[in-house]
């Protein structure tokens, strides 16, 4: 299947085919979408999505930093 068949005179998707939801931040590791906005971006109106588009560049779909490894687990097992 090729890319063209998604090809249309709207707005593209912002989604990159990395399509993971962060357990964390409920956003998709690839193009930092909520579940609903993924299932709503084909009924949005040109306007919601263009404020959409603005909006994901702010976005952090999955945190930086590091959860703490072993050494924070052994740290909550002792308490």
């Given at each position: 299947?090729?890319?063209?068949?998604?090809?249309?005179?709207?707005?593209?998707?912002?989604?990159?085919?990395?399509?993971?939801?962060?357990?964390?931040?409920?956003?998709?590791?690839?193009?930092?979408?909520?579940?609903?906005?993924?299932?709503?971006w084909s009924k949005m109106s040109?306007?919601?999505?263009?404020?959409?588009?603005?909006?994901?560049?702010?976005?952090?779909?999955?945190?930086?930093?590091?959860?703490?490894?072993?050494?924070?687990?052994?740290?909550?097992?002792?308490?």
């Open positions: 299947m090729t890319q063209e068949v998604w090809k249309r005179d709207e707005i593209q998707s912002p989604c990159v085919q990395i399509c993971v939801i962060h357990p964390e931040t409920r956003l998709c590791t690839g193009c930092a979408r909520s579940i609903d906005e993924i299932t709503r040109d306007d919601e999505r263009l404020s959409l588009l603005a909006e994901l560049p702010k976005r952090e779909a999955a945190p930086k930093t590091r959860r703490g490894g072993r050494a924070a687990k052994r740290g909550r097992k002792a308490q």
